[in-house]
């Protein structure tokens, strides 16, 4: 029942005691629909960059690349930009980042960068900041694929981790910090991106 006009999004904000950011990261859920714990664990990393993440929902394919997915995801970015988002990046999981390749590709103008978990489709990376997280005995999206797409130009950064297809979960420990590492790193070279400060200690 998801569709452009009425669909449902998860908006998960940064820790209390950071500075209000103008940036967000709109993060594609896999095939079988949006689970919470994909979400939340993108949004751990997303908020090391003080980013807002917004997990919209499509029906359960998760076929990103589609003409209804792309409507959802454009609606996604209107709402982003609309809330005062000035920077707005891109993560996809599985199926999701295989559509997130391809949304990246035809929005490019309007992203700040891309993140894939265990997922591609497109024939190569965007002209954006690129982040290609692997696992290496993934039996679903294949190393091999992952490999040759981020050494395609323009080359994107590519980590191979051990494990399978749901590095995400599995490898958590270190699928979050080479994200949050990424996400912090565009934004703190972002013009005009808010200092990162907490709140003074009572």
């Not at 996809?92 to 929005?107: E, F, Q, T, Y």
Request: hydrophobic share 45%; charged share 15%; with cysteine.
């Amino acid at each position: 029942l998801q569709s452009a006009a009425q669909f449902d999004t998860l908006v998960l904000q940064p820790p209390p005691g950071r500075v209000a950011s103008d940036a967000a990261l709109i993060f594609l859920h896999g095939y079988a629909g949006s689970f919470y714990v994909y979400c939340w664990e993108l949004a751990q990393a997303a908020a090391a960059a003080n980013l807002v993440t917004l997990c919209p929902a499509m029906d359960a394919k998760g076929a990103w690349w589609s003409a209804d997915g792309e409507k959802i995801f454009q609606a996604t970015l209107d709402y982003a930009q609309r809330s005062g988002m000035n920077r707005i990046y891109v993560a996809g999981l599985s199926n999701g980042a295989a559509g997130a390749s391809v949304l990246a590709l035809a929005h490019a103008r309007r992203l700040s960068g891309l993140v894939l978990i265990s997922g591609t489709r497109a024939e190569h990376p965007p002209a954006l900041p690129t982040l290609v997280v692997q696992g290496a005995s993934d039996q679903m999206m294949p190393a091999s694929l992952a490999r040759a797409y981020a050494a395609r130009p323009p080359q994107a950064q590519y980590r191979e981790l051990a494990g399978g297809h749901f590095i995400l979960l599995s490898r958590y420990q270190q699928v979050r910090p080479l994200v949050a590492e990424f996400l912090l790193g565009l934004e703190q070279r972002a013009p005009g991106s808010p200092a990162f400060v907490r709140k003074p200690q009572r």
